[in-house]
C-alpha cells in the first residue's frame, strides 16, 4: 500500500546549479543527495543560507526535507536550495509567500558568469592596444 503522507516539493536554481526539494512532516532532517547536511557543507554559513527561509516562517524542525541538488559549487548549490525551500513553504502555505518575498528568497538570483567572447581574452578582458 503506497504512503499517504502530504509532501510538498519545488525546484530551485542558482547560477548552473538546480536543487529539486521535497517537504514532508517530520522532526528537521534535512538530507541533500542522501547526505545529512552537516557532511555535504562543511561550513556554517552555508548551512544557515539553507536553513534561512525556515527561519523567516519560524517552521524550523517540523518538516523533512529531501533536496537532490547538481551542477556548480557548494555555494550556488546553497543558493538553489535555499530558493527551492521557499517555494516549496509558499506551495505548503500561500500565506508564507509575503514573509519569504520581503526576504527576497522567492527571487531567482539572476547572476551568472558571463560568456568569453571570440577573439578576446575573457569575457570583459581586451588584449592590449597598441597604437604603433
Not at 543527495?33 to 519560524?58: C, G, H, R, W
Request: charged share 30%; hydrophobic share 35%; no cysteine.
Amino acid at each position: 500500500m503506497a504512503s499517504t503522507e502530504i509532501t510538498y516539493g519545488a525546484t530551485g536554481r542558482r547560477k548552473t546549479s538546480t536543487a529539486r526539494v521535497i517537504l514532508k512532516p517530520g522532526k528537521g532532517d534535512i538530507n541533500i543527495n542522501k547526505i545529512p547536511i552537516n557532511k555535504y557543507f562543511p561550513s556554517e554559513t552555508m548551512k544557515m543560507i539553507v536553513k534561512q527561509p525556515l527561519d523567516v516562517v519560524a517552521v524550523t524542525g517540523k518538516y523533512d526535507i529531501l533536496v537532490k541538488v547538481n551542477g556548480g559549487g557548494l555555494i550556488g548549490q546553497a543558493g538553489a536550495i535555499r530558493h527551492g525551500i521557499a517555494r516549496a513553504l509558499v506551495e505548503l502555505n500561500s500565506d508564507f509567500s509575503g514573509k519569504l518575498k520581503k526576504e527576497g528568497l522567492l527571487t531567482r538570483d539572476p547572476r551568472a558568469k558571463e560568456r568569453k567572447k571570440y577573439g578576446q581574452k575573457g569575457a570583459r578582458k581586451r588584449f592590449q592596444f597598441s597604437k604603433r
